[in-house]
């Protein structure tokens, strides 16, 4: 059995952990939401404008941590309450194709 340890680097007095077993690896988040998209980005809404990485930060650090790098997260919004299947299958297919290379 092989043990990987974390190599600790201190920049600037900063400390940042390197070395997880999936370097070179990158993941994509694709989320849907009830909530509309003004809940996510507006100053003063529930979210208070820190968008849907700001929600998901303990998320992409987890894979930081792992060594992964992240592509840029694709979201679709109101999907109880204003359903637009049809432009969410377009925007998620060109999400796909720009950020994977497929769709």
Request: with cysteine.
């Amino acid at each position: 059995m092989s043990h990987h340890t974390l190599k600790v680097r201190w920049p600037d007095s900063l400390c940042h952990y390197t070395g997880g077993l999936m370097q070179g690896r990158q993941y994509m988040l694709s989320l849907t939401w009830n909530a509309p998209l003004e809940a996510f980005d507006e100053e003063g809404n529930f979210f208070e404008g820190k968008g849907i990485d700001g929600v998901y930060f303990p998320v992409h650090k987890a894979m930081e941590f792992l060594g992964m790098t992240a592509l840029p997260t694709y979201l679709a919004t109101d999907v109880i309450k204003n359903p637009d299947l049809a432009a969410y299958t377009q925007a998620y297919r060109t999400h796909l194709r720009e950020h994977v290379g497929r769709a």
